[in-house]
T-cell receptor, first 116, second 113 residues
């Protein structure tokens, strides 16, 4: 069964450093998302991406964050200057095809980001 | 502020029983509703989606939607220990692909053998 894959599974970085989290969405999906979950808290929407543009972003997704689809398969989230409060599990998700434009989202296994 | 509310639990049921999980949402215009299962330390796994009032059944799972009451529920029949997890209710308020899902905090279900 096709799945969303994310790398790395765990990243430790020093405060102020840049990190790039990588995702390969399900191949026929058109909509891509990043969510995060701080330990013990709810899953929070960061950004959605369609047709090489941001569709929607939350208040969390400030100028420190950016997304990119550098090629036909990868989707990345960059955090320019990490803060301690960026420590969380980051989930990539994808959904929607050319024939089924629904709002379902299928999640990858996540990248645990630890900022020290 | 658009909210999705769930009882955090834990909800404890014996093996073979029916587990009933509930969710309310604040945005009356919401159109798409989802139940995800999340095992500890893992990612959310989509188990049910529902878009119109009434019941939707898939195997041991039944989702129920009442838009007038702004209420979504998930019934798990013949509960198994492997169903022990946190169940997340998620709502899309815009019913448009490429827009945000708003999640509740989740209800922890414990099924004892």
């Amino acid at each position: 069964e096709p799945e969303v894959t994310q790398t790395p599974s765990h990243q430790v970085t020093q405060m102020g450093q840049e990190v790039i989290l990588r995702c390969v969405p399900i191949s026929n999906h058109l909509y891509f998302y990043w969510y995060r979950q701080i330990l013990g808290q709810k899953v929070e929407f960061l950004v959605s991406f369609y047709n090489n543009e941001i569709s929607e972003k939350s208040e969390i997704f400030d100028d420190q964050f950016s997304v990119e689809r550098p090629d036909g398969s990868n989707f990345t989230l960059k955090i320019r200057s990490t803060k301690l409060e960026d420590s969380a599990m980051y989930f990539c998700a994808s959904g929607g095809t050319a024939t089924i434009m629904n709002t379902e989202a299928f999640f990858g296994q996540g990248t645990r980001l630890t900022v020290v | 502020q658009k909210e999705v509310e769930q009882n955090s639990g834990p909800l404890s049921v014996p093996e073979g029983a029916i587990a009933s999980l509930n969710c309310t949402y604040s945005d009356r215009g919401s159109q798409s509703f989802f139940w995800y299962r999340q095992y500890s330390g893992k990612s959310p796994e989509l188990i049910m989606s529902i878009y119109s009032n009434g019941d939707k059944e898939d195997g041991r799972f039944t989702a129920q939607l009442n838009k007038a009451s702004q209420y979504v529920s998930l019934l798990i029949r013949d509960s198994q220990p492997s169903d022990s997890a946190t169940y997340l209710c998620a709502v899309n308020t815009k019913n448009q692909a490429g827009t945000a899902l708003i999640f509740g905090k989740g209800t922890t279900l414990s099924v004892s053998s």
